[in-house]
């Protein structure tokens, strides 16, 4: 069952139906879908097709191995290549009389042994792109590496007229995996499992959410943990560093300073280099608050990935989690509570957001979005501080989302209770919203609020 990426596909297509010269990258963290998009793309096309996946393996091993699926899939005669620069010249030069699609999948492995292959590539487009027929597709995980490409000042800008930044699903498309559960246990399991399609193929949808929870994550050596495992040592040789700083994060030190001063206290070492790897990774994320963009002692790391936040939080950071021969019984003891009462709550808080953005996206919300984000409030005659979590800001000003996540419908008590809050506080929201798990009671007002329950998440 293929999920999703309509848009993506459909430009690809498109291109690929083309009859003149076509350039398309495509980039995105490991295991997000890339190489199947492309499998999709080309499924019923008709033209010849040259597909290579480089290896972690020298630029002359690749070179080898590409001319041999050259060789295989166009027949020709023996060939043999001393460089990438004769590489990229004959493949264009053939393709002037003879179309045909070039799929270089994993190219960023290419450019970390030899970055010039990219000005190799530039020089052949350069050189045949008006005559060429090619249809040139190039694809990576190492994110930074691929956008370096596209960059302005890049031997390759502006020679790649189709671009296609592949991002995890939300919590919505995520839902297509496990479409017969309760939306309760949706919100569950994309708080855990996140929005990585392969992880997310692993899935038991004829198991319980619990059960799927246990048996892929939490059971020793299951085969998400290995994942997790197997993709931050492919992403770096620092692997014991990443970890110690995956962890501090996920033991809920995010402030700067404070990563700081406890990863020094294992290696003495300072975290910029890991710190950007991991947003570069996906893994992490910075946040500022959208009234204080520029205030860097405000800014804190939040996990962009769910899957790896939930296995550092509590398995990882865990000192008895290698005596999980009972996983269920470890679940129930060292999970359950904390991840019902505290860890999913604050994942909703960050839905939240995304199922805003789709209300805005749709046309529901009256007033266009123009960011959203955390809210920082500083009364320093009273000495309060306070942050609130989901606020948009539009042409009108902000809006505050009270987010609960409970078994109670929230009632007008809550909302005056948060009305009270903002005024003390002399905080001017110019509306309030309210998104609630479980509805509201009947005399709250939602004309004059912004309410959604988690039923208008999956409508």
Same mark, same amino acid.
């Given at each position: 069952?293929?999920?999703?990426?309509?848009?993506?596909?459909?430009?690809?297509?498109?291109?690929?139906?083309?009859?003149?010269?076509?350039?398309?990258?495509?980039?995105?963290?490991?295991?997000?879908?890339?190489?199947?998009?492309?499998?999709?793309?080309?499924?019923?096309?008709?033209?010849?097709?040259?597909?290579?996946?480089?290896?972690?393996?020298?630029?002359?091993? /690749?070179?080898?191995?590409?001319?041999?699926?050259?060789?295989?899939?166009? $027949?020709?005669?023996?060939?043999?290549?001393?460089?990438?620069?004769?590489?990229?010249?004959?493949?264009?030069?053939?393709?002037?009389?003879?179309?045909?699609?070039?799929?270089?999948?994993?190219?960023?492995?290419?450019?970390?042994?030899?970055?010039?292959?990219?000005?190799?590539?530039?020089?052949?487009?350069?050189?045949?792109?008006?005559?060429?027929?090619?249809?040139?597709?190039?694809?990576?995980?190492?994110?930074?590496?691929?956008?370096?490409?596209?960059?302005?000042?890049?031997?390759?800008?502006?020679?790649?007229?189709?671009?296609?930044?592949?991002?995890?699903?939300?919590?919505?498309?995520?839902?297509?995996?496990?479409?017969?559960?309760?939306?309760?246990?949706?919100?569950?399991?994309?708080?855990?499992?996140? $929005?990585?399609?392969?992880?997310?193929?692993?899935?038991?949808?004829?198991?319980?959410?619990?059960?799927?929870?246990?048996?892929?994550?939490?059971?020793?050596?299951?085969?998400?943990?290995?994942?997790?495992?197997?993709?931050?040592?492919?992403?770096?040789?620092?692997?014991?560093?990443?970890?110690?700083?995956?962890?501090?994060? $996920?033991?809920?030190?995010?402030?700067?300073?404070?990563?700081?001063?406890?990863?020094?206290?294992?290696?003495?070492?300072?975290?910029?280099?890991?710190? /950007?790897?991991?947003?570069?990774?996906?893994?992490?994320?910075?946040?500022?608050?959208?009234?204080?963009?520029?205030?860097?002692?405000?800014?804190?790391?939040?996990?962009?990935?769910?899957?790896?936040?939930?296995?550092?939080?509590?398995?990882?950071?865990?000192?008895?989690?290698?005596?999980?021969?009972?996983?269920?019984?470890?679940?129930?003891?060292?999970?359950?509570?904390?991840?019902?009462?505290?860890?999913?709550?604050?994942?909703?808080?960050?839905?939240?957001?995304?199922?805003?953005?789709?209300? /805005?996206?749709?046309?529901?919300?009256?007033?266009?979005?123009?960011?959203?984000?955390?809210?920082?409030?500083?009364?320093?005659?009273?000495?309060? /501080?306070?942050?609130?979590?989901?606020?948009?800001?539009?042409?009108?000003?902000?809006?505050?989302?009270?987010?609960?996540?409970?078994?109670?419908?929230?009632?007008?008590?809550?909302?005056?209770?948060?009305?009270?809050?903002?005024?003390?506080?002399?905080?001017?929201?110019?509306?309030?919203?309210?998104?609630?798990?479980?509805?509201?009671?009947?005399?709250?007002?939602?004309?004059?609020?912004?309410?959604?329950?988690?039923?208008?998440?999956?409508?």
């Amino acid at each position: 069952m293929f999920i999703g990426r309509t848009e993506e596909i459909k430009e690809i297509k498109e291109a690929l139906d083309s009859s003149s010269f076509e350039s398309i990258i495509i980039f995105g963290r490991r295991r997000v879908g890339k190489t199947e998009i492309i499998k999709e793309s080309i499924r019923d096309n008709k033209l010849p097709i040259v597909n290579y996946e480089c290896k972690r393996a020298s630029a002359n091993y /690749n070179l080898e191995m590409l001319t041999k699926v050259l060789i295989e899939t166009l $027949g020709y005669g023996p060939l043999k290549f001393d460089s990438f620069d004769s590489f990229f010249d004959f493949i264009f030069k053939e393709s002037i009389s003879k179309e045909y699609i070039l799929i270089i999948d994993e190219f960023s492995f290419l450019l970390e042994e030899d970055f010039s292959i990219e000005s190799s590539l530039a020089i052949a487009i350069d050189k045949y792109k008006n005559e060429s027929k090619l249809k040139l597709i190039v694809s990576g995980s190492y994110v930074n590496m691929m956008t370096k490409m596209i960059e302005y000042g890049s031997h390759s800008y502006g020679r790649f007229n189709h671009i296609l930044s592949i991002r995890p699903f939300d919590y919505y498309l995520s839902s297509f995996f496990y479409p017969n559960y309760s939306n309760e246990d949706k919100i569950k399991m994309f708080s855990v499992f996140g $929005g990585v399609p392969y992880f997310n193929s692993f899935i038991n949808p004829n198991k319980s959410a619990d059960e799927n929870i246990i048996n892929l994550l939490v059971k020793k050596d299951s085969i998400l943990e290995h994942e997790i495992v197997e993709m931050i040592f492919a992403e770096t040789n620092k692997i014991n560093l990443l970890n110690d700083l995956i962890g501090i994060i $996920g033991s809920g030190t995010t402030k700067y300073k404070d990563i700081v001063s406890k990863l020094n206290q294992y290696n003495g070492s300072r975290p910029d280099y890991l710190l /950007n790897k991991l947003i570069d990774m996906n893994i992490i994320r910075k946040v500022t608050p959208i009234n204080d963009k520029n205030n860097n002692k405000k800014m804190y790391y939040q996990f962009e990935d769910n899957l790896i936040h939930f296995y550092y939080k509590y398995i990882f950071n865990n000192p008895f989690s290698i005596n999980r021969t009972d996983a269920k019984f470890f679940y129930q003891k060292f999970i359950k509570d904390d991840f019902e009462k505290e860890y999913i709550p604050k994942k909703f808080e960050r839905i939240s957001m995304d199922y805003l953005l789709k209300c /805005n996206f749709n046309g529901i919300l009256k007033e266009t979005i123009m960011d959203i984000g955390t809210y920082s409030f500083d009364d320093s005659k009273n000495k309060i /501080n306070r942050e609130f979590d989901v606020v948009t800001k539009d042409l009108k000003g902000y809006i505050s989302y009270e987010c609960k996540y409970t078994n109670s419908p929230i009632t007008n008590k809550i909302i005056e209770e948060e009305i009270k809050q903002t005024q003390n506080l002399d905080i001017h929201f110019y509306k309030l919203g309210f998104i609630s798990k479980s509805g509201f009671a009947a005399d709250v007002d939602r004309e004059k609020y912004n309410c959604f329950n988690l039923n208008d998440f999956y409508k």
